[in-house]
């Protein structure tokens, strides 16, 4: 009698070669992709009435807080620091979920300006993000295309160590973080960020809200006091035939260094008490597309300050660009950039400081 249930020589060797595709699949499934890239940028930079200190580092973030020097008639720069190499990583399929990482630089890094500089380092997991990046409080798809390395007015333009979740809800999102604290003297909490995001065909808008806990002791001038601030923003892009159209709008207290690369102090001392600024900014960019090569983008934004009741001086600026696209790794533009910060009585400016600057680039990227 023969045994139907007995294996046979050929069912055990296709079971061996089931199992051992599996476990090949299983390992197959995992994917590693290491990325190099970056850019080089050519500026060539002549500024008129430039009041800053005239650093590079101030060329590529407008801050208008001196008075202009006596001898101050124009300079021209030429700068390629803000050329930039970046590392990234993704590995998908592994037995936890999917990951990312990035590494980035670029080499405005200080007085020298010629050390690596780094911008971005942190890694992804699902929909975890761990590192430093740029800060959940900003909306980097409401940022209008200009030859100036961030510089307008109204801006949050900030990068930090930080720790964020991301919720997705379909074309939508939540995001949570708590980030590196940026304005407190002594902090002992993070600075806490959310970020509402819904995307369609019609472009993106985001809203977005800050806290922060800000705690200052001195033992010197017995100044020991804490403040809670607050701030909010409304950002987005519109599409429209072809053209697009960016807005910010961004209120609230104790910003400082959050907006305008701190061209307004967080907060000052009234009576051993802290007292925080207040401050409203705008921003309106409008790109035209001209052909399938050739583009402009014009842009206003102002921002208000006070501080303890006081006007500090409004900050103002315009762009007009024309940017050259031949192919899409590769860039030529022309800029004109007028800036002013108005004179008052609480800022000690001698007179309203004003910025006139033309810019030129070229840009490559790999």
């Not at 800060?135 to 390395?149: C, I, K, Q, R, V």
């Not at 999102?173 to 003297?185: K, T």
């Not at 806990?213 to 987005?236: L, P, Q, W, Y």
């Not at 940017?323 to 309203?352: M, Q, R, S």
């Amino acid at each position: 009698m023969v045994n139907n249930n007995k294996p046979t020589v050929l069912s055990k060797l296709v079971a061996s070669l089931i199992i051992t595709g599996c476990v090949s699949s299983a390992h197959a499934e995992i994917e590693t992709r290491n990325e190099f890239s970056g850019y080089i940028k050519l500026d060539a930079i002549f500024s008129q009435e430039n009041d800053g200190a005239g650093a590079l580092r101030e060329q590529a973030l407008l801050t208008l807080n001196e008075n202009e020097l006596e001898d101050e008639e124009g300079d021209l720069t030429f700068s390629a620091f803000e050329s930039r190499i970046k590392f990234s990583h993704i590995r998908t399929g592994t037995p936890v979920g999917d990951f990312s990482a990035v590494v980035e630089g670029d080499f405005y890094s200080g007085a020298n300006q010629n050390i690596f500089n780094l911008r971005h380092a942190y890694f992804t997991h699902e929909n975890l993000l761990l590192g430093q990046t740029w800060s959940t409080f900003m909306d980097l798809g409401a940022l209008a295309e200009t030859a100036d390395f961030g510089g307008p007015a109204a801006r949050i333009f900030v990068r930090q160590p930080q720790v964020r979740y991301k919720i997705p809800f379909g074309s939508s999102s939540l995001e949570l973080a708590a980030e590196e604290p940026l304005n407190s003297p002594d902090p002992i909490l993070p600075d806490l960020v959310a970020r509402y995001t819904v995307k369609g065909d019609f472009g993106h808008l985001t809203l977005g809200a800050l806290y922060q806990h800000i705690n200052n002791e001195e033992e010197e001038s017995d100044v020991d006091d804490t403040a809670n601030a607050f701030a909010g923003r409304i950002s987005g892009r519109l599409n429209f035939w072809g053209d697009n159209l960016k807005f910010a709008v961004i209120s609230g207290t104790g910003l400082g260094r959050y907006l305008n690369f701190n061209d307004q102090t967080s907060f000052g001392i009234v009576d051993n008490d802290i007292e925080l600024s207040e401050q409203t900014g705008f921003k309106l960019a409008y790109q035209h597309v001209y052909t399938s090569t050739l583009r402009s983008t014009i842009r206003y934004a102002q921002t208000t300050n006070d501080l303890d009741g006081e006007d500090t001086g409004d900050f103002t600026s315009f762009h007009v660009n024309l940017i050259y696209n031949p192919y899409k790794p590769l860039k030529f533009g022309a800029e004109i950039i007028l800036a002013e910060k108005e004179a008052t009585e609480a800022n000690g400016f001698e007179e309203d400081l004003e910025l006139k600057r033309f810019q030129l680039f070229g840009k490559y990227n790999f």
